[in-house]
């Protein structure tokens, strides 16, 4: 049972903070506008096309998988169709 709490609570120590905010705010809100407004999605691209594109750029757009650990694409393009 101690066991089992200590181990509860290391889990919880070790979750990682969601960044994609202040990734967002940091290296995307310049060009791209607090609500996708200045440069928004386009409606023919789809998710995969996004997730792709915020890892290796577009036009003047510069990559950041350098950046970017798993999975963290997928949540700035959720994000950005949650404020858009
Ligand atoms: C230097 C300005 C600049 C920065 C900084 C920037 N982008 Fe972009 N982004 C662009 C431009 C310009 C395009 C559109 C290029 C085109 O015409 O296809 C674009 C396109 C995109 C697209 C594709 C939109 C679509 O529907 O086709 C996504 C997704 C995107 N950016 C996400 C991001 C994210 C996430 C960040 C931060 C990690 C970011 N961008 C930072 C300039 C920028």
Redesign the pocket.
Known sequence: MILLMILATLAIADEPVDRTES??AS??V???GESIDK?P??PE?TTE??VA??GAG?????P?NWILQDGEAEK??KY?ESIK
């Open positions: 990734i967002y290296y995307c310049s060009c791209h440069i999605l386009k691209t096309d996004r594109i915020i577009v036009g003047a757009m510069p950041y700035l393009v950005m």
